[in-house]
């Protein structure tokens, strides 16, 4: 017996989310029954990352066991031969058989594109989410200042959460315009139910001078869904990195 740990692109378009899910089709769920197909194994995943109904991943991560004799570094080809288009194993590596990514420290990064012209492009329309309203950049990254660093991230959680606490932290959180984009990249040690969307949502309010910056300083402290802004869609979200660390995080982080 072996363990394995996939590393998984997904177009999250078509899927209830990654977790099995009684009310649709969930990448997880996909994957199981591919890797079962291809290794004559019952096979069940153990995702690390549960992005949610219409989210995308480039780089999401998920380990199972098996006793297939095909080499680890080659699964990835056996199995892409029976997956669907948009969904991808884009790396297959042997680890510990008692290694789990989530008990391991981790920074994920998440993207959030935002398509910004005065009518929506249909190209685009599945990986960004349209705004035609006026935003000033500069505001946004004003008010996103307010959210680095160690945090009781209540107000922009989504009810529902089974989180124990909704301290968080943010090591990084960027926004870069480039034509008719604007790029939101967050970098934290975990994210709590909906929050880089609700940060979005926050963040374009500063963008359209419906508030100030300041004003994320002021929900950031009310501790209070109802005080932040409005969830923006899923489509325009990507998980696009995770980075473990299993000795612990490095005393420069």
């Known amino acids: 017996m072996k363990r394995i740990m996939l590393t998984v692109a997904y177009d999250g378009t078509n899927y209830c989310g990654w977790q099995m899910e009684p009310t649709g089709l969930s990448v997880e769920e996909v994957l199981n029954k591919a890797l079962s197909k291809r290794l004559n194994e019952d096979i069940r ?7 949610d109904s ?4 480039l780089a999401n991560l998920c380990i199972f066991d098996t006793e297939t004799p095909i080499p680890p570094e080659k699964i990835c080809f056996a199995v892409n031969e029976v997956l669907p288009e948009d969904i991808v194993v884009r790396k297959s590596e042997e680890v510990p058989p008692d290694f789990h990514p989530r008990k391991c420290d981790s920074l994920k990064t998440y993207e959030y594109t935002l398509y910004h012209d005065s009518l929506p492009n249909p190209l685009v329309r599945h990986y ?42 943010i090591t990084a959180l960027e926004i870069e315009e480039e034509g008719t ?6 970098t934290g040690t975990g994210f709590l139910y909906n929050m880089v969307r609700i940060i979005v949502g926050t963040l374009l309010r500063t963008g359209t001078g419906f508030w100030p910056p300041e004003k994320v300083k002021e929900i950031l402290e009310a501790k209070d869904r109802q005080a932040a802004g409005p969830k923006a869609p899923a489509e325009g979200l990507c ?9 612990g995080f490095p005393s420069s982080l």
């Open 181 to 186: 984009r604007i790029c939101f990249r967050i």
């Open 128 to 169: 960004t989410t349209y705004y035609y309203r006026r935003l000033d950049v500069q505001k946004m990254r004003e008010g996103a200042a307010y959210l680095i660093g160690e945090h009781d991230f209540s107000s922009f959680c989504s009810a529902g959460s089974q989180a124990e606490t909704k301290v968080r932290r």
């Open 54 to 57: 219409g989210v995308h991943a």
């Open 239 to 247: 998980l696009v990195e995770i980075r473990l660390f299993p000795e």
């Open 45 to 51: 995943v153990k995702g690390v990352s549960r992005t």
